[in-house]
């Protein structure tokens, strides 16, 4: 994939703009689960392991592919999970509420 | 085919923002979340087509993919599934370590074996190896921090910041020349071994206060790491995601610091109390303590006529939410105004305590943040502490101690005040509590959840 330098940069910049904008009005109240889903959004690096897993060529290779798609699927799947879990409870708090 | 997948990875990284954007209300947050999980599992799958589709991949490969998405996968599930909501900041710091350790991994593994890599690439992959290896370490150790596998006092050696300023030194010198020669593995060695080793030194002289912030500092981290990871592989949806959680992580670090009233810098730089230990051991107990019976403190919540209870950490520990949320429940019943004034770093990380409380099924209207809980007290028949220590602390209000300025929360303005505390103990800060010695306090010593259930047990005989 060939991505040219000016446009990831400007990608990335306005990404930054966009996280800061999402994030500055939110309660207190949220803010554990809201750093737990931000936790798990960057287990999309999970989709990076996944590219170097197939370029691996090498013993070498393979072992840091197996490691980086491991700890990307940890990141995500335990992210999400445990995020709903906490969101769940919120939930049953405001019925009675 | 493959501009059809780019297409569809963008769509889920504008997934990811729109469910980050729905998590900023309690009404749509878990919508929000799945969402963006829902946005995972698509871009995963699209990633899988693209990796079947160019046919690249050895068989080896295959297998080395689907082991990795299975241990992950099970690993972060039993982890999610069991963890229980008191070790929720531990669980946070360890899945930052691993998306840490995983964006520091595919630089490393893009640079082995590489030739003439050009400059752009050599850059992010650079800053990708050093603050990915960095939030490794430095994410374990503060997990291990938080769950008492390591002291969570800060940890202070002789010339330990001459140490700290050789290998950060170290880091950013061989970063330079990582950078400049990304195919030279002495550079690359070099820069692992001393961002993991940096990630250490940074967290080991952070007290167990501070921790909020570092989690929160490293989960920004994180994001930075990954998508630096982007620009090194040329993915999209690596950058945006990995920006978007950079710059909502360093948001929320700022907030905390506020609360704090602490500069992030004082907070990475300096442990928390670690120069007045001297002033703290002297301190001892000076002034008499009032202790109370169970039923003692019963009768004063029974008569009250508004009631405002002050959760911290030891409530948490205890696991004594459920009791507290009890006792409230009763004393409502009987016509007493409670609400619960949560410090904004109560708990181990920004927010836990209302996490803590919601499981307990507190209703949502009860809990007041701190400005707000700060004109009420005035009002308030009893402060009921419950397991917190420092943000109490009047000690704050003056200069010259370890938590001089941080905000509190205005405990003895209340009418009267009762302490829940197993003992005399001192909070993070190593500091007495002014608080406890207060002639208008009670000191009631007990374990929270143990001493929630007498209180209970002896109102209801007065309301019964």
Redesign the interface.
Same mark, same amino acid.
């Given at each position: /994939?060939?991505?040219d330098?000016l446009t990831?940069v400007t990608? @990335? =910049?306005l990404?930054?703009? =966009? #996280?800061?904008e =999402?994030?500055?009005? &939110?309660?207190? +109240?949220?803010?554990?689960?809201? %750093?737990?889903?931000?936790?798990?959004?960057?287990?999309? &690096?999970?989709?990076?392991? /996944?590219?170097?897993?197939? +370029?691996?060529?090498?013993t070498?290779?393979?072992v840091? $592919?197996? @490691?980086?798609?491991?700890? #990307? $699927? %940890?990141? =995500? &799947?335990? !992210?999400?999970? &445990?995020?709903?879990? %906490?969101?769940? %409870? @919120?939930? !049953?708090?405001?019925k009675? !509420? | 085919m493959d501009t059809a997948i780019q297409y569809v990875l963008l769509a889920a990284a504008a997934c990811f923002v729109l469910g980050l954007r729905l998590m900023n209300h309690p009404a749509t947050a878990r919508r929000g979340n799945l969402l963006s999980a829902g946005a995972m599992g698509v871009a995963v799958v699209a990633t899988g087509v693209v990796i079947a589709r160019h046919a690249t991949i050895t068989v080896t490969g295959w297998a080395v993919l689907f082991a990795g998405l299975a241990t992950g996968s099970v690993a972060g599930l039993y982890a999610a599934r069991s963890v229980r909501m008191t070790a929720m900041p531990q669980l946070v710091s360890l899945f930052n370590a691993v998306g840490g350790g995983a964006a520091a991994l595919l630089a490393v593994s893009d640079l082995i074996g590489a030739h003439a890599v050009p400059v752009r690439v050599g850059v992010p992959a650079s800053i990708d190896i050093a603050i990915g290896a960095v939030t490794f370490t430095g994410s374990l150790l503060a997990a291990g921090k938080l769950q008492g596998l390591v002291s969570g006092a800060p940890i202070v050696f002789p010339g330990a910041r001459l140490v700290n300023v050789v290998i950060a030194a170290l880091t950013l010198g061989s970063g330079v020349w990582l950078a400049a020669r990304p195919d030279n593995t002495v550079a690359l060695v070099l820069l692992v071994v001393g961002a993991l080793a940096f990630g250490v030194t940074m967290v080991l002289p952070i007290g167990g206060a501070d921790m909020p912030v570092v989690i929160s500092l490293l989960n920004a981290f994180t994001g930075t790491a990954v998508a630096m990871a982007g620009f090194v592989l040329g993915q999209t949806i690596l950058i945006i995601a990995g920006a978007l959680v950079g710059a909502s992580g360093a948001i929320l670090t700022k907030l905390m610091a506020d609360a704090m009233n602490r500069s992030i810098a004082n907070i990475i730089i300096g442990g928390f109390g670690t120069a007045d230990d001297a002033a703290s051991a002297e301190g001892g107990a000076q002034g008499t303590v009032r202790s109370g019976s169970a039923d003692d403190v019963a009768i004063q919540l029974a008569y009250a006529n508004k009631v405002i209870v002050v959760p911290g950490y030891g409530l948490a520990a205890a696991q004594a939410q459920h009791e507290m949320a009890g006792l409230a429940q009763l004393l409502t019943g009987h016509g007493v105004e409670v609400t619960y004034a949560v410090h904004p770093v109560a708990g181990r990380m920004p927010g836990h305590m209302n996490v803590l409380l919601a499981e307990a099924n507190v209703p949502y209207p009860q809990l007041i943040e701190m400005e707000e809980a700060n004109g009420e007290f005035a009002r308030a028949d009893v402060a009921l502490v419950v397991g917190a220590n420092d943000v109490t602390n009047p000690a704050a209000r003056r200069s010259g101690n370890p938590i001089s300025g941080m905000p509190i929360l205005d405990v003895d303005h209340a009418r009267s005040v009762v302490v829940i505390k197993r003992s005399l103990g001192h909070g993070y800060a190593g500091l007495d509590n002014e608080l406890y010695t207060d002639p208008k306090t009670t000191m009631y010593f007990a374990d929270a959840k143990q001493g929630l259930a007498a209180l209970t047990a002896a109102v209801r005989t007065f309301v019964g």
């Open positions: /994939m060939s991505l330098l990831a990608i @990335f =910049v990404s930054l703009l =966009v #996280g800061v =999402v994030i500055s009005k &939110v309660p207190a +109240t949220l803010h554990t689960p809201l %750093m737990s889903g931000a936790n798990s959004i960057h287990g999309v &690096v999970l989709v990076g392991a /996944m590219a170097i897993a197939a +370029t691996a060529h090498d070498l290779g393979y840091l $592919a197996f @490691f980086a798609v491991a700890f #990307g $699927a %940890m990141n =995500v &799947v335990g !992210g999400y999970v &445990v995020t709903d879990r %906490m969101l769940h %409870m @919120f939930r !049953g708090s405001r009675q !509420g | -």
